[in-house]
């Protein structure tokens, strides 16, 4: 139980187009999604933390015009990267906090902007 | 604050030996502690947790004991396979706040060869 599905997997775009991200609870309710990047060998960076039904919080740094968060139901959360630029690829992961259990994470999206 | 600091990578060991990454924490009040694991390309999956002073999570073969009085939460494996090598990250979720988020250590890779 408590899986996140994560979608694409893999996306190649053009530079100046935008990206969805999608992630969605299967079979649980996610109030709360939390939104990474994580660059090459390192680790994660918490972009942004969305709850259900209301605007995302953002972390320092991080451009809410340029990166999008949406957490319209309790079963999905996505990420849109506005205007992609080849500095915004990267491995995006979402994830969820279960009461009680912990996080469970996507599988992750790795953005190839050219 | 809170903050994880975890042994820098990377590691590399022979298949059948033993294997630590150290990990300490600092935190306020008593955070949950987790070790999870990313394979190449994948996201990331939870590899074992522990909620209070003493727990002893494992799985897999791998165990660490959340430790208060040096609050640390020690990776551990007796017997390492090529199965194994990946980034490990440890991790710590505040028991109290809104959101509560991760907060990560930087991840160590461990390669394991035949």
């Known amino acids: 139980g408590a899986v996140v599905s994560q979608h694409p997997s893999r996306v190649i775009c053009k530079s100046g187009t935008s990206v969805k991200i999608e992630c969605r609870s299967l079979d649980f309710q996610a109030t709360t999604m939390f939104w990474y990047r994580q660059f090459p060998k390192k680790s994660l960076m918490l972009m942004a933390t969305s709850n259900e039904g209301s605007k995302a919080t953002y972390e320092q740094g991080v451009e809410k015009d340029k990166f999008l968060i949406n957490h319209a139901s309790l079963t999905l959360s996505t990420l849109t990267v506005t205007s992609a630029h080849p500095e915004d690829s990267s491995f995006y992961i979402c994830s969820a906090r279960i009461t009680g259990y912990g996080y469970t994470f996507g599988s992750g999206t790795r953005l190839t902007v050219v | 604050g809170n903050s994880v600091t975890q042994m820098e990578g990377p590691v590399t060991l022979s298949e059948e030996a033993f294997l630590t990454i150290n990990c300490t924490y600092t935190?306020?009040?008593?955070?949950?502690l987790f070790w999870y694991v990313q394979y190449p390309g994948e996201g990331l999956q939870l590899l074992l947790k522990?909620?209070?002073a003493d727990d002893k999570g494992s799985n897999k073969g791998f165990e660490a004991t959340y430790r208060k009085e040096t609050t640390s939460f020690h990776l551990e494996k007796g017997s390492v396979q090529v199965s194994d090598s990946a980034v490990y990250f440890c991790?710590?979720?505040?028991?109290?706040?809104?959101?509560?988020?991760?907060?990560w250590g930087l991840g160590t890779s461990l390669a394991v060869n035949p």
């Open positions: 522990a909620t209070k």
């Open positions: 935190a306020t009040g008593y955070p949950s």
């Open positions: 991790a710590l979720s505040p028991n109290a706040g809104n959101n509560r988020k991760l907060i």
